[in-house]
């Protein structure tokens, strides 16, 4: 019989082996995993040690010293709202303040309920839309205040009915 934690260590090893790339190293191999399953548990810092030949010390040492990786499991929906400078000159600060105010959080993080993950984004690659926000992966341009509460609130709902 497979376990959960036989299932996520075989998603942990495909995404270690999908990586279409001349080097794997060990920080490809934990984005490649982060983007698969959201977050880096412990079984995946084995799995890179194994794969890469090295210690499980040194595949920790990568992984913690990028903010960018999560050690538990993201939220069932998420939120980023992009600060880079475009974003950020055509109105980010406003449209941040009403994401944190609605998400009861004061930074990146996952609300008190552990349904929503937050998180702010250098650059979400629309520029030309700015000010971007991405909801459960899902982009929104030239977002105003009443946009990010519309938005916010649908999530709102959401949450309610699941
Ligand atoms: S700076 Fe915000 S999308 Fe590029």
């Not at 341009?141 to 519309?150: I, R, Y």
Request: proline share 4%; aromatic share 6%; charged share 20%.
């Amino acid at each position: 019989m497979t376990t959960e934690k036989d299932n996520l260590r075989t998603s942990i090893k495909e995404a270690i082996d999908s990586q279409k790339r001349p080097t794997v190293t060990v920080l490809s191999s934990l984005l490649a995993i982060q983007d698969s399953i959201g977050y880096i548990p412990e079984e995946a810092i084995e799995e890179v040690a194994v794969h890469s030949n090295t210690s499980i010390n040194s595949v920790f040492g990568v992984a913690s010293f990028y903010p960018n990786f999560r050690f538990t499991p993201p939220g069932e929906h998420s939120v980023e709202v992009c600060w880079g400078p475009t974003c950020h000159l055509k109105g980010s600060t406003e449209i941040l303040e009403i994401v944190l105010a609605k998400l009861g959080l004061v930074s990146e993080g996952d609300t008190e309920d552990g349904k929503v993950s937050f998180r702010f984004n250098t650059c979400l690659g629309a520029c030309s839309q700015a000010p971007v926000l991405s909801l459960d992966h899902e982009l929104y341009g030239n977002v105003d205040s009443d946009m990010a509460e519309k938005l916010l609130g649908d999530l709102d709902q959401n949450k309610t009915t699941h």
